[in-house]
C-alpha cells in the first residue's frame, strides 16, 4: 500500500520554529521527487519546497531563506525545516511523492503560526 504521512504541525508563535516528517512506504523512496505544499483557508495548493531524486533543491520566494527541505532515502522520509515562522504561513502541508506520471499525496499537517 502506498502511503505518505506527515507529522509535526502544530501551533507556533511567530519567529518560531518547526520541523515537518513526510514518511512514505509501499514505494521506491529514493527514485521519487518530493514536494511539500501547503494550503491556506480558501485558497488553492501550492509549492513551498521541492528535492529531487537527486537532491536538487527549489523553493517558492516566500520562503527562501526560512525554510530547508531535505530527504533521508534510508529513512524514506522528506522533512521540512521551518524557521522564522510568520503568520501568513498558516495552513495545511501536505507532501508529494511524484515519479514519471505517478503521484500520491499525504494527507496534510496543520501549521498555525499565532500568538
Known amino acids: 500500500q502506498v502511503q505518505l504521512v506527515e507529522s509535526g504541525g502544530g501551533l507556533v508563535q511567530p519567529g518560531g520554529s518547526l520541523r515537518l516528517s513526510c514518511a512514505a512506504s509501499?514505494?521506491?523512496?529514493?527514485?521519487?521527487?518530493m514536494g511539500w505544499y501547503l494550503q491556506a483557508p480558501g485558497k488553492q495548493r501550492e509549492l513551498v519546497a521541492a528535492i529531487t531524486s537527486g537532491g536538487t533543491t527549489n523553493y517558492t520566494d516566500s520562503v527562501k531563506g526560512r525554510f530547508t527541505i531535505s530527504r533521508d532515502n534510508a529513512k524514506n522520509t522528506v522533512y521540512l525545516q521551518m524557521n522564522s515562522l510568520k503568520p501568513e504561513d498558516t495552513a495545511v502541508y501536505f507532501c508529494?511523492?511524484?515519479?514519471?506520471?505517478?503521484?500520491?499525496w499525504g494527507q496534510g499537517t496543520l501549521v498555525t503560526v499565532s500568538s
Open positions: 509501499g514505494i521506491l523512496f529514493s527514485i521519487y521527487d
Open positions: 508529494k511523492a511524484g515519479y514519471r506520471n505517478f503521484e500520491v
